[in-house]
C-alpha cells in the first residue's frame, strides 16, 4: 500500500517562511503527480501546487509568487516552500500522489497524507 508523510508545519508569524515535505513510501517505481491541497475550517480542501515528473508546476492564483513546489522524482519526496505567509494560508496542508504505480498496478487515483497543520497568526 502506498503511504504518504507531511512533515515541517508549525506556528508562525505573518511574512515569516515554511517549508512542507512529503514522503511517498510502499514499492513505489512511478508517481505521475505529486502537489499539495489545504483545508481552512469551513472549506473544501483546495489545490495549492502540484508538479508532474516532468517538472511542470501548476500553483493556485492565491499562492504564486509565495510558494513554490519542487519535487525529487528518484526518491517520491516533494516539498513545498511558503514564503511570505499571510493568515489566510492557515489550514490543514494534504501531501497527494495521483496515478501512482506500486508493486505490480498502476492506479488511476489519488493518494493522500494524514495532513499537516499550518498557522500563521501574531
Known amino acids: 500500500q502506498v503511504q504518504l508523510v507531511e512533515s515541517g508545519g508549525g506556528l508562525v508569524r505573518p511574512g515569516e517562511s515554511l517549508r512542507l515535505s512529503c514522503k511517498a513510501s510502499?514499492?513505489?517505481?512511478?508517481?505521475?503527480?505529486m502537489g499539495w491541497y489545504r483545508q481552512a475550517p469551513g472549506q473544501q480542501r483546495a489545490l495549492v501546487a502540484t508538479?508532474?515528473?516532468?517538472?511542470?508546476?501548476n500553483h493556485a492564483e492565491s499562492v504564486r509568487g509565495r510558494f513554490t513546489v519542487s519535487r525529487d522524482n528518484a526518491r517520491f519526496l516533494v516539498d513545498l516552500q511558503m514564503n511570505s505567509l499571510r493568515p489566510e494560508d492557515t489550514a490543514v496542508y494534504f501531501c497527494?500522489?495521483?496515478?501512482?504505480?506500486?508493486?505490480?498496478?498502476?492506479?488511476?487515483?489519488?493518494?493522500w497524507g494524514q495532513g499537516t497543520q499550518v498557522t500563521v497568526a501574531s
Open positions: 497527494l500522489a495521483r496515478n501512482v504505480c506500486y508493486g505490480s498496478v498502476c492506479t488511476n487515483g489519488d493518494f
Open positions: 510502499g514499492r513505489i517505481y512511478s508517481i505521475d503527480s
Open positions: 508538479i508532474d515528473k516532468r517538472g511542470l508546476t
